[in-house]
């Protein structure tokens, strides 16, 4: 059988080198190609924020009377959660709550409206943020090394579920019993009404905020990382950072020491937590330079 003769002539070594030059040139992106990049991340996480606000504005009795105003109602999780553990203990009724009735009103004609509006975008923000993330990952993964993609693999979920977890800490536990704290603290011949305005600002601050500050153990470990913390220093100050929490958590919450401590708990669970992790990081650069002593480990060439 004769043998076929191949049509595909070599390149010359001129037109190799020109090849591999328009492809080192396309795969390197322009600082305007970047910020092409950085627009369309923004708009499609700006979508998913205003699809979420949108579904979140046509059920307003949904989100008004069974989330905002949910603390208000006896039968709220919190308060069934604690009474059932009251039987189960044998306790009986000493643990159950009954939450303050009062009334909510509003002072100005556009108030609800506005206030409904207000709702809807955090409400988008808080689901829409796993997405959020992704987005800001995938802007920032192609200019990373693959050892250093592996390092942070699973940064999404973490910080995603850290933010929601602190949001529904904050929205079970703190904002319930701040509300019933405030509302049932009055004087003699006075009455409280707050506005709408009022409780809608005091439940995002019990929530939002919470959210971001359980994200504490994210931001060590890349402190750590990069070498600027070790467990260490979080020990020695940790005394000072108590402080600081204390700080944090009157900044957060209504001016009570009953909000006050039930933030600073699991702000100072999350320090410690943090303190293990930044250990993590030390060990495991401590091992690199054991296994190769004569190589200099920066923080992301950790495995």
């Known amino acids: 059988m004769p043998r076929q003769n191949s049509n595909v002539l070599p390149m010359p070594m001129d037109q190799i080198h020109e090849v591999e030059r328009l492809q080192e040139e396309k795969a390197e992106m322009s600082f305007f190609e970047h910020i092409e990049e950085l627009r369309k991340h923004i708009l499609r996480s700006a979508a998913a924020i205003v699809v979420v606000g949108i579904v979140c504005f046509t059920n307003k009795d949904f989100v008004f009377n069974t989330l905002i105003f949910g603390p208000r109602n006896p039968d709220f999780f919190s308060y069934r959660f604690l009474c059932s553990i ?19 009103i509003t002072r ?20 829409a943020f796993p997405y959020i993330l992704w987005e800001f990952w995938k802007f920032i993964r192609p200019g990373l090394l693959e050892e250093e993609q592996k390092n942070i693999r699973g940064v999404v979920g973490v910080c995603s579920g850290l933010f929601l977890l602190g949001v529904s800490f904050g929205y079970f536990v703190v904002a319930p019993f701040s509300i019933n704290f405030l509302a049932g603290y009055t004087l003699e011949g006075t009455e409280t009404s707050p506005t709408l305005d009022s409780y809608v600002t005091y439940m995002t601050m019990f929530t939002i905020p ?7 153990p994210v931001v060590i470990y890349f402190l750590a990382k990069i070498g600027l913390v070790g467990p260490q220093f979080l020990r020695t100050y940790r005394r000072h950072a108590i402080v600081v929490i204390l700080i944090i958590a009157a900044i957060i919450t209504p001016p009570d020491v009953v909000s006050q401590t039930i933030v600073s708990i699991p702000l100072f669970i999350l320090y410690e937590v943090s303190i293990v992790v930044a250990a993590r990081v030390q060990k495991r650069r401590e091992q690199a330079l054991e296994e190769n002593p004569r190589k200099e480990v920066r923080p992301t060439d950790e495995p």
Do not use: A, R
Not at 86 to 104: E, N
Not at 210 to 216: D, R, S
């Open 86 to 104: 009251s039987h189960w203990t044998g306790l009986g009724d000493k643990m159950c709550v009954q939450p303050v009735k009062f009334q909510i």
């Open 108 to 127: 100005q004609l556009g108030e609800v409206l506005m206030q409904h509006l207000y709702v809807s975008f955090w409400l988008g923000i808080i689901v």
């Open 210 to 216: 919470t959210g971001l500050i359980f994200e504490m």
